[in-house]
């Protein structure tokens, strides 16, 4: 089966510690995102790779590091510089620009 | 820079009836847009495409419709079933602007049996 997946669905962290949010996809898709939402909120855009071993910032990036070594994976680290981490994150991919993105089932971060 | 607002937080429905949510948008016109579907705790799931040189789209009990003069975008279903009570979103692309785009708030759909 072809799809984008999440891992874990939920995680809990001490205040002051790193994480690393899986995301993965075998859709063969050039382009991955990495969303946060808020309850009330929409997606507000973190990061985004349209290609390998390129990512960019999105509109709220600070406190959010990422990778993109392998075409399949796009792993989304929360530092501890990140004021306000405890969020759903939700990872997309898609075949570029005009098309639609595929999400994946998202992480519930709980950072106390 | 470019607003999308969708109306009201929540819409209540009899079942039967057509269901209709509107995604406003502000400065320039984009290229598409596009509707989600997303269940509580879920990721968003793509339902429809729009593009600019497009008046209406449609996909069984789903059409869209794009005014480009209004700058506003409609999603209707049709028939509607309790099992479409969900939060819809609309998002529309930041042209130039690589392979973003952005989301609005969203809409919550009730459908009432």
């Known amino acids: 089966d072809g799809g984008i997946t999440q891992s874990p669905k939920y995680l809990f962290r001490k205040e002051g510690q790193n994480v690393t949010l899986s995301c993965e996809q075998n859709?063969?898709?050039?382009?991955m995102y990495w969303y946060r939402q808020d309850p009330g909120q929409g997606l507000r855009l973190i990061y985004y790779?349209?290609?390998?071993?390129?990512?960019q910032k999105g509109d709220i990036a600070e406190g959010y590091s990422v990778s993109r070594e392998k075409k399949e994976s796009f792993p989304l680290t929360v530092t501890s510089a990140q004021k306000n981490p405890t969020a759903f994150y939700l990872c997309?991919?898609?075949?570029?620009?005009?098309?639609?993105?595929?999400f994946g089932p998202g992480t519930r971060l709980t950072v106390t | 820079s470019q607003k999308i607002e969708q109306n009201s937080e929540a819409l209540n429905i009899q079942e039967g009836k057509t269901a209709t949510l509107t995604c406003n948008y502000t400065?320039?016109?984009?290229?598409?847009l596009q509707w989600y579907r997303q269940d509580p705790g879920r990721g968003p799931v793509f339902l429809l495409l729009?593009?600019?040189?497009?008046k209406e789209k449609r996909k069984e009990r789903l059409k869209v419709t794009f005014d480009t003069t209004l700058k506003q975008s409609l999603f209707h279903i049709t028939a509607s079933q309790p099992a479409d009570s969900a939060t819809y979103l609309c998002?529309?692309?930041?042209?130039?602007?690589?392979?973003?785009?952005?989301f609005g708030k969203g809409t919550r759909l009730h459908i009432l049996p």
């Open positions: 997309a991919s898609s075949h570029g620009q005009g098309n639609e993105q595929y």
């Open positions: 859709l063969n898709h050039d382009a």
């Open positions: 790779s349209q290609i390998v071993n390129d990512f």
């Open positions: 400065n320039y016109s984009p290229a598409y």
């Open positions: 729009i593009r600019e040189n497009e």
């Open positions: 998002a529309l692309d930041i042209p130039n602007r690589d392979d973003k785009i952005i």
